[in-house]
């Protein structure tokens, strides 16, 4: 099948690119396509217009911080994957990218598209979902911090208005010393892979096991509220 009629729009400012979205109900973001254009195939999303943020200043790049690494709208998973410093700060990173889909798609496809789309499958909700990490987006009203267990609210539904661009995913650190370690995070790097310079006691490991195994089963009890609430 081929899509219906749209139109397309490759602003070059991010002010542009919000008020396109802004000035037409159906409008939608284009960042990689690797979702979007083979649901347009299939006729699954009939937007009236493309707004392609593939030129819009400012929305490339991968940003260490002291607490997070800022993951801009325009990475490719690719990148994110290869990142050096995202390798040494966040094994657990590296390892999750490797299997998102196959080399030619993370080519293309953006790490915050694959947010935006909030496939429940898909690796990178889960992933920040578990470093308790947080999305901006920037629209009309101004830029908000949207905390990821609050970002994703159902099956490809998000809290992120239609007139909103998703502009940076934050993604936690992993901190030096074992003590310090979140628990779900722990569990799953010791699951993964154990750096050098980070010890896991095995008892550790069991408890970390433990809230990583308690948070699953309270975030599935949250959806299914959510569920009967809709139901
Ligand atoms: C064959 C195939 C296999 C795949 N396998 C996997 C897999 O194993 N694991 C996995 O996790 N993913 C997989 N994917 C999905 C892939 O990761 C996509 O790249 C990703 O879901 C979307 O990223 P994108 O940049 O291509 O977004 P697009 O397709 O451009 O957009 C996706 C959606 O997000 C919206 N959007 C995108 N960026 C923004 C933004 N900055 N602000 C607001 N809205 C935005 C779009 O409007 C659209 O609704 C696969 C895809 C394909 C085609």
């Given at each position: 099948?081929?899509?219906?009629?749209?139109?397309?729009?490759?602003?070059?400012?991010l002010?542009?690119a919000?008020?396109?979205l802004?000035?037409d109900a159906?409008?939608?973001?284009?960042?990689?396509?690797?979702?979007?254009?083979?649901?347009m195939?299939?006729?699954?999303?009939?937007?009236?217009?493309?707004v392609d943020i593939?030129?819009?200043?400012g929305?490339?790049g991968?940003v260490?911080?002291?607490?997070?690494?800022?993951v801009?709208a325009m990475?490719?998973h690719?990148?994110?994957?290869l990142d050096?410093?995202?390798?040494?700060l966040?094994?657990?990173?590296?390892?999750?990218?490797q299997h998102?889909a196959?080399?030619p798609?993370?080519?293309?496809?953006t790490?915050?598209?694959s947010?935006?789309?909030a496939d429940?499958?898909?690796?990178m909700?889960l992933?920040?979902?578990l470093l308790g990490?947080s999305?901006?987006?920037?629209?009309?009203a101004?830029r908000r911090?949207i905390?990821a267990e609050d970002f994703?609210?159902?099956f490809l539904t998000?809290?992120?208005?239609?007139d909103?661009?998703?502009?940076e995913?934050?993604f936690?650190l992993l901190p030096p010393k074992?003590?310090d370690?979140?628990?779900?995070?722990?569990?799953?790097?010791?699951?993964v892979?154990q750096p050098?310079?980070?010890?896991?006691?095995?008892s550790y490991r069991?408890r970390?096991?433990g809230?990583?195994?308690?948070?699953?089963v309270a975030k599935?009890?949250q959806r299914?509220q959510?569920?009967?609430?809709?139901?």
């Open positions: 099948m081929k899509p219906s009629i749209f139109n397309y729009k490759a602003p070059a400012t002010e542009d919000i008020s396109l802004a000035g159906d409008a939608v973001v284009l960042a990689g396509g690797q979702t979007l254009l083979s649901a195939n299939f006729r699954a999303a009939n937007p009236s217009l493309l593939q030129h819009v200043a929305l490339r991968i260490v911080g002291t607490e997070s690494i800022v801009k990475v490719r690719r990148e994110f994957e050096e410093d995202v390798q040494r966040n094994p657990l990173i590296a390892e999750v990218m998102v196959h080399i798609i993370r080519n293309r496809g790490v915050v598209g947010l935006c789309h429940p499958s898909a690796e909700p992933l920040l979902v990490g999305v901006i987006a920037q629209g009309p101004g911090e905390a994703f609210q159902s998000t809290a992120r208005n239609q909103e661009i998703v502009v995913a934050r936690s074992a003590s370690l979140d628990a779900a995070v722990a569990a799953s790097v010791a699951a892979t050098d310079d980070i010890t896991v006691s095995a069991r970390a096991l809230t990583l195994i308690r948070r699953m599935a009890a299914a959510m569920a009967e609430a809709v139901s």
